[in-house]
Every structure is written in structure tokens, then in C-alpha cells.
């Protein structure tokens, strides 16, 4: 593997009450082989060349370490932002596995965002941290059907399994739920998809899913959407530059209708779906004062 030169890993979150709050962000690797089509961490603003090869930061551990002992705050700490921190070098090199053990070492708290079920390998860790801090795990899963997932996320695997990931998590007790993000217009954000990811979810023990209706599309990766959007559906990256033109932030033409619909399946099925709710939810166990003295 490739090693890249760094001089930091964890960074402080000033989102941590907007996203699952997290108090630090961290990426062990740069880069992702997993292909997703819409991948935000594609864009020239994260400076992230040979975006698709898997590198690691040197020293990554060493670095880590340093940085965990010298916080006072033992906070959540956040896994994968920018890469998948169980791509498919991890499963031999294990720097995710090596960091989830200083986390536990030093009490941190962790969150992962993950479309692998290498996940499954660290249960025995995950549990451990969550005796003492607060664990959450999001499955990225954007649509439940597997034949559209695989043109999507080609090298990922198929939604089934990892709602069957989800169930494997809730099993042994780990707060866990699904990320549906993005949703992709004229293409997930149809009722029935909506509607089959929060029953689904539900039928696997999720404790919450959650959702950003659109996706960010920046400068370059509009072009490497587009190239590919095509071939799924001819004409579609014509009727994206007329609806949004360099816009951004793409959202649904229903978007409101259909987070009124989401909400609600989401309340028949007693499934949390708003973020202050799941912050709460899956930190009640401990507050943050507590954090800050019990170490
Ligand atoms: S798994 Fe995440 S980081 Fe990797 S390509 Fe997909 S969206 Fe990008």
C-alpha cells in the first residue's frame, strides 16, 4: 500500500450537533476503490488525486495515539467521512481494527459510516468501547433494490447483505441504523424506494434511519456523475443541467412531499429518523459531563 505524509489525524468537529454528534473527524485512509457514483469525496476540494486507489497515512497509529492521550474531552470520534474505513485493504492491514483499540484504550466514543460487512469482524471491539462511551454505526444503503445498488456502489455489497449487517449489529446489541444518503433525483427518490428502505430498516432492528433528500454534486464530480448517470438512463444528465445548471445542492422536485411521506413511514414504524432525536438516543447512556470527568 501507499503512504501518505500527514502531520494530524483526529480534527475537531464544529458540526457535532448537525451530524450524529461527533466531536472529532478522522480518515485513516485517503482515497476509495468502492466506486460509488455519486461520491462526494470525488471533489477537487478535498485535493484527493487517484481518487479510486487506497493509500494510507504514515505513522497513522503512532499519530493517533499521541493525539487521544492529550484530549480532554473524551468525545465521539468520527470514522470514514471521507473514505470507508473497512475498504478492502483493511481486512489485511487492520488500521481501522488497530484504532478502534486506542480508542477503547483511552474512552472514546465512536462513529462509523460504513457500506462493508467487515464491520461484522470488530463486534468484539465496538462492544467493548460502548461499555464506556457512546457507539453508533450508520450502513450507507441508498436504495433497497440490488440490481440498481450494483450499477451505483459497483464494488460494494448488495443492499440485502448489508441490511443483513444491520441486523447482525442490532443482534449483539450496537446502537446501528441506516444512512440513506444521497438520494439521488429521477433516480431513489421515488415513493416506493422511500417507503421499502424504512420498512426494511425497521424489519431489520435499525434503530433509526436517516436521510438528506438530493445530492451535492461539486465541480468535477458533476462530469463523473453524468458520464455514468447516462448509462443508466439515457438523457438523464441532460435533465439534470436543465433543472439544476451548476447548482450544487440537486434536491427531488417533490422534496418536501416526499420528506412528509418519509417522516410519516418512519413514525408508523417507530423508527427515529431526526438527528437531535438519534443525538439523544444513542448518547442518553452518557452525558457529556460525564465524559469529560470519567476519565
Ligand atoms: S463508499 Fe463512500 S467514500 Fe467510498 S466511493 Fe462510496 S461514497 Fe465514496
Not at 142 to 160: G, M, Q, R
Request: aromatic share 10%; net charge neutral; charged share 30%.
Amino acid at each position: 500500500m501507499e503512504y501518505v505524509k500527514t502531520r494530524t489525524i483526529m480534527t475537531k468537529s464544529n458540526q457535532g450537533n448537525l451530524w450524529f454528534g461527533i466531536d472529532y473527524h478522522m480518515n485513516l485512509y485517503r482515497g476509495c476503490s468502492y466506486g460509488c457514483i455519486y461520491c462526494d469525496s470525488r471533489s477537487d476540494s478535498y485535493h484527493i488525486k487517484d481518487f479510486d486507489k487506497i493509500k494510507s497515512k504514515e505513522n497513522a497509529l503512532q499519530i493517533l495515539e499521541e493525539e487521544l492521550a492529550s484530549k480532554s474531552l473524551k468525545g465521539v470520534v468520527s470514522f470514514g467521512t471521507l473514505s470507508d474505513p473497512y475498504n478492502e485493504l483493511e481486512k489485511d492491514y487492520k488500521i481501522t481494527r488497530e484504532a478502534l483499540t486506542l480508542i477503547k484504550k483511552y474512552g472514546f466514543g465512536v462513529s462509523i459510516d460504513t457500506k462493508s460487512d467487515l464491520i461484522l469482524r470488530d463486534i468484539d471491539l465496538l462492544k467493548e468501547i460502548a461499555q464506556n462511551n457512546s457507539v453508533i454505526i450508520k450502513i450507507s444503503i441508498t436504495t433497497y433494490e440490488d440490481e440498481l445498488a450494483k450499477f451505483l456502489e459497483p464494488n460494494v455489497i448488495s443492499s440485502t447483505k448489508r441490511f443483513e449487517v444491520l441486523k447482525k449489529l442490532r443482534e449483539n446489541d450496537i446502537y446501528a441504523g441506516v444512512l440513506m444518503t444521497p438520494v439521488l433525483p429521477f433516480v431513489t427518490d421515488s415513493v416506493d424506494n422511500i417507503k421499502q428502505m424504512v420498512r426494511i430498516s425497521h424489519e431489520n432492528r435499525a434503530n433509526f434511519i436517516y436521510t438528506k433528500m438530493g445530492v451535492t454534486l461539486k465541480s468535477n464530480v458533476h462530469d463523473y456523475y453524468y458520464e455514468r448517470i447516462e448509462k443508466l438512463y439515457k438523457g438523464l444528465s441532460k435533465d439534470y443541467k436543465t433543472l439544476y445548471g451548476n447548482n450544487i445542492i440537486c434536491s427531488p422536485l417533490k422534496y418536501s412531499d416526499l420528506l412528509e411521506i418519509f417522516v410519516k413511514e418512519c413514525n408508523q414504524h417507530h423508527l427515529l429518523c431526526d438527528m437531535g432525536e438519534i443525538i439523544k438516543d444513542y448518547k442518553k447512556k452518557i452525558p457529556l459531563k460525564e465524559q469529560i470527568s470519567l476519565f
